[in-house]
């Protein structure tokens, strides 16, 4: 059975840092890209950050470089998201997702996880 669990998520006041995790089983984690997206009330899904199957390859959305970092443990089928610099309209769900190497039609998705950044 295939399971991608967030956690990490939690209320932080503006300028503080979360970590999320993504725990993956049921599947081949070196051999899929893990990619974290959140999505905001009202708004539409975003992409946030992605790493390839090796980790040795990262990738942004403008309104994070710098202040977000993606990482991939593959001997834990984990995968992180350290947010730092939080500020209010990071506010949002996060979810992690799986993207096969091997056939990009594979995807799975976590349950997501709650990030609210407020004073």
């Known amino acids: 059975q295939v399971q991608l669990v967030e956690s990490g998520g939690g209320w932080v006041q503006p300028g503080g840092s979360l970590r999320l995790s993504c725990a993956a089983s049921?599947?081949?984690?070196?051999?899929?890209?893990m990619n974290w997206y959140r999505q905001a009330p009202g708004k539409e899904r975003e992409l946030v950050a992605s790493?390839?199957?090796?980790?040795?390859?990262?990738n942004y959305a403008d309104s994070v470089k710098g202040r977000f970092s993606i990482a991939r443990d593959n001997a834990k089928n984990t995968v992180y998201l350290q947010m730092n610099s939080l500020k209010p309209e990071d506010t949002a769900v996060y979810y992690c997702k799986a993207v096969s190497f091997y056939n990009i039609g594979v995807v799975y998705w976590g349950q997501g996880a709650q990030v609210t950044v407020s004073s």
């Open positions: 049921g599947f081949t984690f070196s051999s899929y890209s």
């Open positions: 790493t390839n199957w090796t980790g040795g390859s990262t």
